[in-house]
């Protein structure tokens, strides 16, 4: 079965610089959303997309941005990278957002240098 | 405050001794909880939820009010339980969003 596919898997970036996370749902998944995970730190929600609308938002920085697409795939912009950036960026989807169950790609892992 | 807390890091146990993995929660309403596990090399997937009050690889995990608790508990360990367990609660479940919010973690470690 599909699961949620993530890319790029590994990244290396400076201090400074830009980055995109994709992330591609479940089909038929509606729901996306992105969460941060430091070394030996618990996931942390960043933000969700419902619809291609924004549905909720987390610790989210200001230098981050997000948006769902038509096709439902979401992309996670984030720019001035610092080196507290570098962490595993998961994507989840949902269809619907009262099942109670999310379904995790494998992570994105971001190392800023 | 919304918060999870799982208040081991790391749980060894011996291949058929029990497991109870802890979960302790922080939340104002009712909310939707859950045990997510994942494997070496694999992805966070869901284990169970309270709601569904169902046994899945021998794993259990009743909810309790009172406590505000959510501990995991299987019987007979086994090797192939190793792995990292995340609680996680869905504060507004039925509502706008399913956002979860996870607790730190704790490795089991089943040895042979």
């Known amino acids: 079965a599909a699961g949620v596919i993530q890319s790029p898997r590994h990244l290396i970036k400076e201090k400074r610089e830009t980055a995109t996370l994709k992330c591609y749902p479940i089909p038929r998944h509606d729901t996306v959303y992105w969460y941060q995970q430091g070394p030996g730190q618990d996931p942390q929600f960043l933000i969700s997309?419902?619809?291609?609308?924004?549905?909720d938002k987390g610790s989210i920085p200001d230098r981050f941005s997000a948006q769902q697409f038509s096709d439902y795939h979401s992309e996670l912009n984030m720019s001035s990278l610092e080196l507290g950036d570098s962490a595993l960026y998961f994507c989840?989807?949902?269809?619907?957002?009262?099942?109670?169950?999310?379904?995790f790609g494998e992570g994105s892992r971001l190392t800023v240098l | 405050a919304q918060r999870v807390t799982q208040p081991e890091k790391l749980l060894s146990v011996f291949k058929g001794a029990p497991v109870e993995l802890k979960c302790n929660y922080s939340?104002?309403?009712?909310?939707?909880l859950f045990w997510y596990v994942q494997y070496s090399r694999q992805r966070l997937q869901l284990l169970l939820r309270?709601?569904s009050r169902e046994s899945i690889k021998g794993f259990t995990a009743d909810l309790n009010k009172g406590e505000t608790s959510f501990h995991l508990k299987k019987p007979f360990a086994q090797e192939e339980d190793s792995a990292m367990y995340y609680c996680a609660l869905s504060p507004n479940y039925g509502g706008a969003t399913n956002k979860l919010i996870f607790g730190t973690g704790t490795l089991l470690a089943v040895q042979p």
């Open positions: 997309f419902y619809e291609k609308m924004q549905s």
């Open positions: 939340y104002s309403g009712s909310p939707e």
């Open positions: 309270h709601i």
């Open positions: 989840a989807s949902s269809f619907g957002t009262n099942t109670g169950e999310l379904f």
